[in-house]
């Protein structure tokens, strides 16, 4: 056994040192392999907490460590034929067989060559393993693009799905859409190294994958049930900054199941009477057709022009309604400038109390501006700028409570807006409401008939009532706090 390592160092010095380029990957090989395994074992046991150590081992070591090795190999190559040592091709093995005294010494090239693979292969198949994980982490998601991904990260960070991963609603778990994504990720690595990508990356995405089926892992709108009230918070843009809101009662119903009939909003869910559409934007903002498969029956609804025309057979892209055309923006949020400030008013973040925040934070943060350092600086110099000339008690009695003003107004601003990847105030749109006549008024906009003049319903109390609007301090919100109250209190 001494004999046969000692003829296996021996043999695989004689063999690498005859070529510059095997030395070098020898060199790079036996540095990197302990570090490689090391580092492949603490990543396993998640020893080491730091979401760039992944990037370092899979994205850097590991390539470099097959690079180390497709240079030996070609070293050896290149160095063939020196007659001592041949190479193991075909007519050196011929040749060694031929001559009986030979015969043991290809016997330990054979088990030479045998370890040597073996342990590498070992090493590369492992290093793959857990590498292929990594990219399937949020960390790698996120990170490792920092400059592409940082808006969808972000923005995925302040979302209620901000605990699941990535991967769960872009790959899931079918090895179809999981080869898909591969492909399609190895081709956006290229367009990220040669600064290809577009910017913004444009809506709506094409690669996730069936999208019912992964919503439907956690969600099932075919349980839900019943209206929900919604309320949503706003300031004015006045000098008390008035807190007023707005509660819809939503009719969410539901997508129908084991005989429940499907009704309200989930009602376009059901699997009995499937909605198609056609488009005739990239966008999917124009609906020239929209049609209703009930039982055997169709029913078509073609958009109609302001005087009246109606075009049945305009050119578009079809598609089957689901959770998308609704729910675009389930986890990306980005929300409008006036949406961001009310956030962070409700919260605290900014202080109420300030006069006139809401108007002035909106004025600062709504222009453009070409870098998010120029944007911060522009934003606590006008605010700081305005309230020294107008309220200058304020401003020295507690400097604090305009820095931190300052502070949440710059916050509103880095979540939602990044200029480098040219995304501002409403690049994407929500198809969740009916903002800007979109949304749900792609079809329930009243625009829709059929050949006998029937219309996609577009009344306000199919969808939710209305139960106050922009109103300090709702009645029926007291109303019910009051009834709770006496509920809770016998
Ligand atoms: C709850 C599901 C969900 C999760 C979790 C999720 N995404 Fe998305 N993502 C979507 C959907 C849906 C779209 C498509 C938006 C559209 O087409 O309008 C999207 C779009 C994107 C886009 C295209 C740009 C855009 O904003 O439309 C990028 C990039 C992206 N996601 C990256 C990520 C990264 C990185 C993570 C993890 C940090 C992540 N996503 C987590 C659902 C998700
Ligand atoms: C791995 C599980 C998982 C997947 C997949 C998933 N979600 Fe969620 N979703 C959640 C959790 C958890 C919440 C938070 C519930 C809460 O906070 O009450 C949530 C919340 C939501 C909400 C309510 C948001 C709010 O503001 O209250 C909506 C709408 C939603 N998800 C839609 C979607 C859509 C659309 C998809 C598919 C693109 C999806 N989800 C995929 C787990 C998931
Ligand atoms: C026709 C549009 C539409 C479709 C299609 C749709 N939803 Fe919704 N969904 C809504 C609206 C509107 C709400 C309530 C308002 C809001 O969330 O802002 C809602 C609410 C939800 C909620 C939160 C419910 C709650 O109790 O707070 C979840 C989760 C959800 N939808 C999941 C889904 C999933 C999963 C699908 C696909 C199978 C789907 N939705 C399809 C419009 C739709
Ligand atoms: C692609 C077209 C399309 C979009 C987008 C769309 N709907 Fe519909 N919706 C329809 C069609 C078609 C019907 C059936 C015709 C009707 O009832 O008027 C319908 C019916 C409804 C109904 C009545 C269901 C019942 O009980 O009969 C509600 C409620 C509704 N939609 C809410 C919404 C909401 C909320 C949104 C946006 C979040 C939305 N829809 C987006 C096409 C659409
Ligand atoms: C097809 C369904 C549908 C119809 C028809 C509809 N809405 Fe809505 N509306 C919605 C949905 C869904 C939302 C919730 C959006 C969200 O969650 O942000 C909404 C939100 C609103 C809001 C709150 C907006 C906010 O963010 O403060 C108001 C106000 C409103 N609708 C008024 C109306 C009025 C007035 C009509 C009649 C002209 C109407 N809607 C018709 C679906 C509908």
Known sequence: ??????????????????????????????????????????????????????????????????????????????????????????????????????????????????????????????????????????????????????????????????????????????????TKSKFSGAKQLF??????????????????????????????????????????????????????????????????????????????????????????????EDVVQVWLQDGGQETHFYKTSETGKRDTNQQGTIRKMDCMDCHNRPTHVFRSADEALDEKLVTGIIPREIPFIKRQALKTITPHYDSVDAALQEISRALKEWYTTHYPDLVNQDKTLLDKAIAGVQQAYMENVFPAMHIGWGTYTDFIGHKNDSGCFRCHDGRHFTENGQTISNDCDSCHIILAENEPSPDVLGLLQKTLLHKEQP
């Open 1 to 178: 056994m001494g004999k046969t390592s000692a003829f296996f160092i021996k043999t695989a010095v004689n063999l690498i040192s005859r070529s510059k380029l095997s030395v070098l990957g020898g060199i790079i090989i036996s540095v990197l392999a302990p570090v490689l395994l090391i580092c492949v074992v603490l990543d396993i046991r998640g020893t080491v907490d730091n979401p760039y150590f992944g990037f370092l081992i899979y994205l850097i070591f590991g390539p470099l460590f097959v690079l180390g090795l497709v240079l030996l190999i070609i070293g050896i190559f290149i160095s063939r034929g020196k007659e001592d040592i041949g190479l193991f091709t075909f007519e050196y093995i011929e040749e060694q067989l031929a001559r009986p005294g030979r015969y043991t010494r290809i016997r330990r090239h054979i088990l030479l060559s045998l370890i040597f693979t073996l342990t590498t292969l070992l090493l590369v198949v492992l290093v793959s393993y857990t590498g292929f994980h990594y990219t399937e982490s949020t960390a790698f998601c996120g990170l490792t693009c920092h400059q592409v991904m940082g808006p969808a990260y972000a923005t995925y960070q302040h979302s209620p799905h901000s605990r699941i991963s990535c991967v769960e609603c872009h790959i899931g778990k079918q090895s179809q859409w999981l």
């Open 191 to 284: 367009a990220v190294l040669f600064n290809t990508y577009p910017r913004p990356i444009p809506q709506p995405i094409t690669s996730l994958r069936p999208v019912r089926e992964t919503c439907e892992q956690c969600h099932r709108p075919e349980m839900f049930h019943g209206d929900k009230l919604y309320i949503k918070d706003r300031f004015l843009p006045d000098e008390h900054n008035t807190h007023v809101q707005t509660a819809l009662l939503m009719k969410i119903g539901s997508g129908g199941y084991l005989g429940r009939k499907a009704q309200g909003i989930h009602w376009h869910v059901s699997e009995d009477h499937p909605v198609f559409y056609k488009y005739a934007d990239h966008a999917q």
